[in-house]
Each structure stands twice: as structure tokens, then as C-alpha cells.
């Protein structure tokens, strides 16, 4: 085999790698968004799905790809419970990956570029809880 028939083959090789690996939504985006979590009154647990907590004001890095359920808590008040959900961005997924179309869409859709996380600020006024009279 010579040398140009060589060439030829592992460029050929190398688009397509990137053709299958490149989604512009995950360039762009990234597979993680920065949702900031904050409570009234402040100094309450957030506690993720995943097993993280930490206490509010905080902002934490989340995978674009899931859904998050949130539990907010402080001793005093009824624990809050929020869904984090995932909006698909066809804007950026669908026009950002023109010339890779159908790759590029499936890959931001897998990794994470292809979605939008919402609520991306959680304010949450905890409810204090009733003393029962006895």
C-alpha cells in the first residue's frame, strides 16, 4: 500500500472519529450547569439524589444528562422537596450540529450538551413546623 492510499485512509478514519465524538451542545455547554440552591432562613441541608449535601447559600455543579431530586432541611421546619428538571435546547442541539447532524445531536443528547436544567436558581422559604398541643 503507498503512502497517499495510507494517508487518505487515516484521515478518513480521524473524521469520523470526530464526526461520532463532537456534539456542539456539549462544546458549547458542557455536560454540567451550576444550579445555585438558597433558602430563607439560610443555613438549611441541601441533600442531593447522589448522596452530596451541603448548606445553603451554595451553587453546585450538575450533570445536564439526569434529573435532580432535591431535599432542603433545617431542624425547626418542614423539609422541602424540588425536581430539578431537564428541558431539551433543540436550538443549540438541532442548529449547533449542522454539519454532524444526527452524531452530533446523539451525543449531546448522551453526555448531557443537548439539555437545560430548570430551576437553575432554587429558592426555597422553609415552613416552620406546628408544635402539637397537648
Given at each position: 500500500?503507498?503512502?497517499?492510499?495510507?494517508?487518505?485512509?487515516?484521515?478518513?478514519?480521524?473524521?469520523?472519529?470526530?464526526?461520532?465524538?463532537?456534539?456542539?451542545?456539549?462544546?458549547?455547554?458542557?455536560?454540567?450547569?451550576?444550579?445555585?440552591f438558597?433558602?430563607?432562613?439560610?443555613?438549611?441541608?441541601?441533600?442531593?439524589?447522589?448522596?452530596?449535601?451541603?448548606?445553603?447559600?451554595?451553587?453546585?455543579?450538575?450533570?445536564?444528562?439526569?434529573?435532580?431530586?432535591?431535599?432542603?432541611?433545617?431542624?425547626?421546619?418542614?423539609?422541602?422537596?424540588?425536581?430539578?428538571?431537564?428541558?431539551?435546547?433543540?436550538?443549540?442541539?438541532?442548529?449547533?450540529?449542522?454539519?454532524w447532524?444526527?452524531?452530533?445531536?446523539?451525543?449531546?443528547?448522551?453526555?448531557?450538551?443537548?439539555?437545560?436544567?430548570?430551576?437553575?436558581?432554587?429558592?426555597?422559604?422553609l415552613?416552620?413546623?406546628?408544635?402539637?398541643?397537648?
Open positions: 500500500m503507498n503512502f497517499a492510499m495510507c494517508a487518505w485512509k487515516t484521515t478518513c478514519v480521524g473524521l469520523a472519529l470526530c464526526t461520532l465524538l463532537a456534539g456542539c451542545g456539549s462544546i458549547i455547554h458542557g455536560s454540567r450547569q451550576t444550579v445555585s438558597d433558602s430563607t432562613p439560610a443555613g438549611a441541608i441541601v441533600k442531593l439524589q447522589n448522596g452530596t449535601s451541603f448548606t445553603t447559600p451554595h451553587s453546585e455543579e450538575l450533570r445536564r444528562a439526569e434529573e435532580h431530586t432535591v431535599t432542603i432541611e433545617k431542624d425547626g421546619y418542614e423539609p422541602a422537596r424540588i425536581a430539578i428538571k431537564r428541558d431539551f435546547n433543540g436550538v443549540a442541539t438541532i442548529l449547533g450540529n449542522i454539519l447532524l444526527i452524531p452530533g445531536v446523539i451525543v449531546d443528547v448522551l453526555v448531557g450538551g443537548a439539555w437545560t436544567l430548570d430551576p437553575e436558581h432554587v429558592n426555597v422559604q415552613v416552620e413546623q406546628k408544635t402539637k398541643v397537648e
